[in-house]
């Protein structure tokens, strides 16, 4: 039975190692999307072993590339070549690179087995939306479930892209399950094979927040200092993002973000939630189970930003954090979130915001109110302050650390390793370096000063000319006297 | 009214005029005389210039460089002397030097492709028999993205592509070699951003090492030190220049030709090769115009082969007289063209640290950045918003350098601009502006001095414009931008080669290009006269309306917490890309005619053409450049590790960055270092 076009085509977008030009790229993933595919985007300058690993991790029809700068062909045959590698043969692979890519490369490229590269002549002919369909049509040829299921068995140093983790199985089991299949043989042979260290309990980190607050950069911030810390655990991080309704597509945006997913020791997997209203996929409990069964160490799920009221993560993780920022309006919006009550830890991100010691005021109040903890000192609280924009924050690295003591506490689990703090740059409570707040008005002072220059050389100017006409009629009452 | 009455009012009125004011008003009849001499004499830091001031046309008919308004009313000059003024006088509408530079035309020599000689052999073909070589720099991907060349074949492909690579200093040592770059003719300019400050000090340190060699053959140390470097290294797994036949120039023959090639023809440059890394066996050769100049001391430091007092007289000499410009800009990068690849606070202050050192060690005649608004405009934004950004990115540098406790009048003047010039009508105006706001906020907003008041900005005519049907076309479109350029009193200008939309610029496209220019400056009677804009009612209007609309939007990104601000929510890359889908949409219906593009189509329907050839490096520049950053790592591996180290600790010690990266890049390769940087950085992170 051939189900695969009923089924969700995903799509990895990006732009060509070493390339900027993300203009073109930008323009396709929006048509993609509005086409009903779930669109993993990665931006610009991306090597091809990040957009493999990628693809597999997230087990999707195809992969669409622009490449202005050249290196086209060895960038594309070099795409193939890794695909094929790791037994992602299936994987298609789009490209347009405008005049860059010359006819001839181009049939070079289909030769050697990439799908599509699409001429400007193709754009004219086609035009953008049919350039769209063709990628999608082509890609819902691709019959990713077999009849049946083969468990090849291999090795367990020998899994895709050096992986220490089978991304491969535990991607197709994901994806098995997102339309409905039984993944039951799945995860029993992914147990068969984890690595015999398996730890008794896995924890489940879950982060959850306002969209925009940063939440996919404080997830990339943990992820890496968790990898820096313990050098020997894995981690897979799954991340939600909310389906079109009108489309059904997705823009699964939160792998940009993320710097430190680019490692052997990290599988991440982006799930779109297939009903709009939704923060959370119906799959996520499936998929945290197909993660720990793959033997990974520590799981973060992190959720779509979807309306104060939402909690919906709880059920599914050990412990919850909850990102916010100091921008959230009057004290009494704090009221209506829901998850102030639940979280283990709040993080307020973007402290370098005005009004961030107001914010933490209110919501250490928010904090003691709804937990009665009327008598805890201030600072006890879980209550964490953080610039994930800024690199090494010390907010973070203190972050971190009180995840892992909530972690022991709530699940009694203790990576061993050592947590190795960098000196740190700069403290979070210390204010942004770059424009101090109380400059921050500089460019409507500078509009105001040249406006004043201007209304004074009009003034000057205006006086000047009751001179001048003065001085005639004084010089005229003279020549008449 | 009596008379005396009158005259009691016009003392009342007197008193209401503001001693600066007055001042103009008196200084009038001054100047006025002062442009009817033929001659005109000024200050150029402390130099005495004087110029001929007029210019005779072929029928007698005297040219004056500069005109002056006939107005009568005296409001309506002291308004002309507060907003316009004679060029080179706040607000400095009309240019911020009195007269344009006499025997150097704003024409710049571009190149980068393949490895350095080549891009060597290429700065040396355009700049011959020029006075004054003013060396633009483009380089590849690989290096723009901070990385070394390798095998890796995402990386491979690119190598050496749309630009020259460059990945240790020695690759810099070759690329600027027969070049002076401490000659007051001589200025480079080099197109990086993110990893800017690498190459910068690369550059820096190439500079440094040539009057290093100048120092030992002036005062016949040849010898001496040849016989330091035999005894020290080993001469065969030093770096070489290869010239175009493949074959190596040999180090030291090198050193001993040099005290009898004066002339460049001399046939004692050809010298034998050593073949150790050619695999050729022939005689290699410097190209028509290098001396040889940067090449004595390759693989090496003159720190390596002179005392340390020496060595530092020599390098602080070099620091205060090498000319330039880096670009450096990383604020437009993030909104729009994406070379970014450390996180935005570091790059920052990676800046800070460049200006900070500029500053310490009196490197006046170098831009530590060129405030860009040519990428915004590439990526589709109007010239208003190209303006706006770009000098609202330039206050938000000053504030950041003054957070940092510098002082204005010693970094401003390190500052310079860089627009695109399009066909739209506020292009005609867009130096003025820019000259009027920089000029007046400096004054009345940070009290800076007369220097740091003059913007001065280097201009490239628009790629966007130029199309791919009927590229015979382009060059009117150039023409006609270059013409706006000149009479807005640009600095320097690049004009595009007519074939840029479709491949890389041919030796005979770029010929064209120059021409433009040339014949501009050289042939157009109107051009010898350099304020042809003043005085004129449309330019007058444009310019009033140009500065109230950047103000305008200085308002909204102030609203949006300033650029930092607008940039966290991605404002100016929003706007950028609507503006661009707007040309688009009007392209595409016609509204916006674009002659044999949209319409006067030729008979077959001006089909878009394709290039017949591409140029792009060969592998064997390729594998040359790899196996050159391969041999420097290993030459200087024992120190890497330790140079690195100290580079991570300056950072934690939130020390000077630049400073330690001068030392750093004498034995890290340019991908050592990035990677070194993220670990302690952090590294760019993208958004959408």
Known sequence: MNFVSKNKIRIVTAAALFDGHDAAINIMRRILQSKGAEIIHLGHNRSVHEIVECAIEEDVHGIA???????????????????????????????????????????????????????????????????????????????????????????????????????????????LTENGKNITGYINNLKENSPKILMHKCPVLGITGTGGAGKSSVTDEIVRRFLNAYTDKTIAVISVDPSKKKTGGALLGDRIRMNSISSPRAYMRSLATRESDKALSKYVREAIEICKAAGYDFIIVESAGVGQSDASILEYVDISMYVMTPEYGAPSQLEKINMLDYADVICINKFDKTGALDALHDVRKQYKRSHGLWNTKDEELPIARTIAAQFNDAGINELFERLMEKIAEKTSVQFNGEIEHQAHVKNTVSQSTIIPPKRVRYLAEIAETITAYNTWTDEQAAIATKLYQLDGVIKMMNEEK | MQINELKKKYDQLKKQLHPDAKKLMEQWAAILKQYESDFFEFDVRGKKIKQELTYQSLSGTKISKVYLPKYKDWGDILKWQLQENVPGEFPFTAGVFPLKREGEDPTRMFAGEGGPERTNRRFHYVSLGQPAKRLSTAFDSVTLYGEDPAHRPDIYGK???????????????????????????????????????????????????????????????????????????????????????????????????????????????????????????????????????????????????????????????????????????????????????FSTEFALKLMGDVQEYFIENKVQNFYSVSISGYHIAEAGANPITQLAFTLANGFTYVEYYLSRGMNIDDFAPNLSFFFSNGMDPEYSVIGRVARKIWAKTMKYKYRANSRSQKLKYHIQTSGRSLHAQEIDFNDIRTTLQALYAIYDNCNSLHTNAYDEAITTPTEESVRRAMAIQLIINRELGTAKNENPNQGAFLIEELTDLVEAAVLAEFERLSERGGVLGAMERMYQRNKIQEESLYYETQKHTGDYPIVGVNTFLNKNGSPTILPTEVIRSTSKEKEFQIKSVTLFQERHQQKTAMMLKRLQDVV????????????????????????TLYSVGGEYRRNM
């Open chain 2, 159 to 341: 190598v050496g592509n749309s630009g020259v690579s460059i990945a240790t200093v020695d690759d810099a040592k070759k690329l600027y070699s027969g070049f002076d770059l401490c000659d007051a003719k001589t200025s480079v300019s080099m197109t990086i951003n993110g990893p800017a400050p690498m190459l910068l000090a690369f550059f820096m340190n190439a500079a440094i090492d040539q009057q290093c060699e100048k120092y030992i053959i002036e005062n016949n140390l040849r010898e001496e030190v040849n016989k330091l470097i035999e005894s020290k290294y080993e001469i065969e797994k030093l770096p070489k220049y290869i010239s175009e036949d493949g074959n190596a120039i040999h180090h030291t023959l090198l050193q001993k030709i040099a005290s009898t090639s004066n002339n460049a023809n001399d046939v004692t440059n050809v010298v034998e090769s050593e073949n150790s890394l050619s695999g050729g066996g022939g005689a290699g050769y410097l190209p028509e115009g290098n001396d040889g100049l940067g090449l004595r001391l390759l693989g090496l430091s003159g720190e390596d082969v002179l005392p340390k007092e020496v060595y530092e007289k020599i390098k602080a000499h070099a620091l205060a007289t090498v000319r330039g410009t880096v670009q450096a800009d990383i604020l437009k990068e993030d909104q729009a063209q994406n070379t970014c690849i």
């Open chain 2, 652 to 675: 934690v010690a939130n020390g000077n960055l630049f400073t330690e990266l001068m030392e750093t890049v004498k034995y890290c390769s340019l991908g050592q270092i990035t990677h």
């Open chain 1, 65 to 175: 590339i622009t490449s202005y700068q050249g290196g086209h062909v060895e960038f594309f045959k070099y795409m193939k070549d890794l695909l094929n590698e790791n037994d992602c043969g299936h994987i298609k692979i789009f490209g347009g690179g405008g005049g860059t890519i010359l006819p001839g490369e181009i049939k070079e490229l289909h030769n050697y087995g990439i799908t599509r590269i699409y001429s400007p002549d193709d754009g004219r002919q086609m035009g953008l939306e049919g350039m769209i369909e063709d990628v999608i049509n082509k890609c819902s040829e691709t019959f990713l479930f077999p009849e049946v299921e083969v468990f090849e068995t291999p090795a367990s140093d020998s899994f895709a892209l050096g992986e220490n983790r089978d991304i491969k199985k535990v991607a197709r089991a994901i994806t």
